[in-house]
């Protein structure tokens, strides 16, 4: 695996299949872990933060389920590589902007992703494409169990893992579901749902993760809490409340075909017809427009476009995948332009 | 030819062709003439009208030009049916909705109409595609002149030609000139254009004529003076101003195209792509569709649409012609679905 192949490869957690994949984009879990007897991230000297790179890398290699993989030392990058990762949700905007002894590792399904000397020492990031946070945990867990082999942990029995910041400790797991809700979105429905996943302690980001709002209708539903409960306790939670926000957008969805057929066809169509033929369009507008046609492919009303093209347009409209298609720099209106055509010719005009 | 048939013709002005029709949709002439010893038609009693009616029927069958056309007494019609006569440019609202004692002839092309019992007696126009009076004057010239053999035209020497209203009176006649001006709009130009013209006792309509708004980029221009000057006087003013206009359009077209083109791009097929998508679309959202969509064909941009089948969605998408295809009576809203199904058709989605 090359990182300069990846612009052409698709990630298997956009491929639009798996359970309730027609309402969930994907299942992601990522595990916060320590190395005992190195400071954590920020308050460490370099040496210090050099040999967790080298620890961590050897463990990599000696790891069955990360062969093939790629390890970055993401002070080699530009700005516009460190975006292009970020953009691909395999490692967060943190990550990307103070980058000295900071490694990023991908396998290359980009189903795994390891951040090395983030807020801690590995976070460590599995994704599937659907509702599928059973397979998500196989492969995380036996990942988790393979490292701390090799890797002495941080870790208090009375406690659990120890992390730089507390809200991770104990489990220092974090689930996190991106849902599409369109139905519960036109339906006005979707504040009630939002405020009582809420008051059950989980929380909701946009689809571009922690500090985006949500647009779109895409909402990334987390868990908050991660101490005091096993994984799997914490993961049944999150399927529960999942399971629950899925049956809703059901019934929006069913209700708007039977009351307002002719309405949704004409939004999904009409986007449809403009991401075909838009030869200027913005960031935001894609969004909204990939959302409406991701509808319209999910309910079978448009036929001739595939869920994992419409995923993958997702990434590959967004700045940084623009730029290295061009291969330069490209200004605001540059990209509005580049966006247009990069989606009239995937999508076929 | 039958009333029947209408709906699957196009009329010949709509063609698209003849000189400048990039930018000059049609060429309009019309005549007012009343007959010698009838009161005008607000004046007139029944068996009067009911004379100039048949008199008018009789001169008409012997009249050469007007072979194979067809005398339809509006008493018989319904409102969708005379609806549908005004939207096709036929006859005027008035005459639509005060029916008693009218009658309209039409010929085969649809490029002769005569109104009979209007305003006047006889209310003749001609039209044809594109700027072109002269073919326009040639066609109409002909029919007055045979028609004053058969009929006796009210006519003094000192004044001309006698007309109810007295603005008419004198030559009898209107020239209009239908132009499509998006890139005067685009560039706002377009209102110290149209406050010149009106300086040179021009008056300005929108697409549908008398009484419409000017809309989608469409401007029908005609003189407001009939007296004291001969046919020919008018006709060149009118070719005068109009070939000032076009320049005009044509600067401002070749500076859009220069120094816009991305946007205009965006604009144009934008425009397509709803056009040939969207399932629900009112009728002012069509006639700014497809004017943008008439500059995309006259520019070279969008080849694989014909602009008389533009030219012939303006009047297919209108509420009669809308019901006349369904053969029922629709509500605004069902003739929103049904227009947007039309021009999916039309277009080929």
Known sequence: ???????????????????????????????????EKFPFPHWAKKPDSEQVLALAAAAFEKTPELK???????????????????????????????????ALFINPDENVAIMVNEEDHLRIQVMESGFDLDTTWRIMDSIDNRLSEVLTYAFKKEWGYLTACPTNTGTGMRGSIMLHLPALVMTRQI????????????????????????????????????????????LGNIKGVIKQIIEQEEKARESLVAEHREMLEDRIWRSYGTLKNAHIISSNETVELLSMLRLGADLGIVVDVERSLINELFILTQPSHLQKFENKKLSANERDVKRAQIIRERIGG
């Open 191 to 234: 504040n009630r749902v939002l405020e009582a996943i809420a008051k059950l302690s989980f929380t909701t980001r946009g689809l571009y993760g922690e500090g985006t709002q949500a647009s779109g209708n895409f909402f990334q539903i987390s868990n908050q809490v991660s101490l005091g409960s096993k994984e799997e306790e914490i």
């Open 68 to 102: 093939d993989g790629i390890f970055l030392r993401l002070d080699d990058f530009d700005n516009v590589d460190k975006q292009f990762l970020v953009e691909r949700h395999l490692m967060s905007n943190e990550h990307a902007i103070r980058s000295s002894q900071k």
């Open 1 to 35: 695996m090359k990182f300069e192949d990846m612009l052409d490869r698709t990630a298997s957690w956009l491929k639009g299949s798996g359970p309730n994949s027609d309402i969930v984009i994907s299942s992601r879990i990522r595990l916060a872990r320590n190395l």
